[in-house]
Nanobody
Framework: QVQLVESGGGLVQAGGSLRLSCAAS????????MGWFRQAPGKERECVAA????????YDVDPVKGRFIISRDNAQNTVYLQMNSLKPEDTAVYYC??????????????????WGQGTQVTVSS
């Protein structure tokens, strides 16, 4: 069992930055691949970025390429999402998730077993 708690969301102006953190309970964090997802009002939840358990392989989607960076610290049981050059369209609830997933499926939310409660990110124009 893994429990995930996100933090770091908030209100920021366009062009600003935020760093989201997701703290995981348990001693097996390093065994899990981690993903960040977001859900904007009226839209389906989508994968934003993901990282394999060793941290060697990452994935991100085109709308955030060059702006968002996912990383993890297995010693601290934490995964991060550094978000730069934020845009109003980045406004959403951001969730972290954990699972043991092949890289080819790492963006597929159904493959993740554990989810956090989400943190709100609001970007004003």
């Amino acid at each position: 069992q893994v429990q995930l708690v996100e933090s770091g969301g908030g209100l920021v102006q366009a062009g600003g930055s935020l760093r989201l953190s997701c703290a995981a309970s348990g001693r097996t964090f390093s065994m899990y691949d981690m993903g960040w997802f977001r859900q904007a009002p009226g839209k389906e939840r989508e994968c934003v970025a993901a990282i394999k358990r060793t941290g060697d392989d990452t994935y991100d989607v085109d709308p955030v390429k060059g702006r968002f960076i996912i990383s993890r610290d297995n010693a601290q049981n934490t995964v991060y999402l550094q978000m730069n050059s934020l845009k109003p369209e980045d406004t959403a609830v951001y969730y972290c998730a954990a699972g043991r997933i092949s890289y080819s499926n790492i963006r597929v939310q159904a493959m993740y077993d554990y989810w956090g409660q989400g943190t709100q990110v609001t970007v004003s124009s």
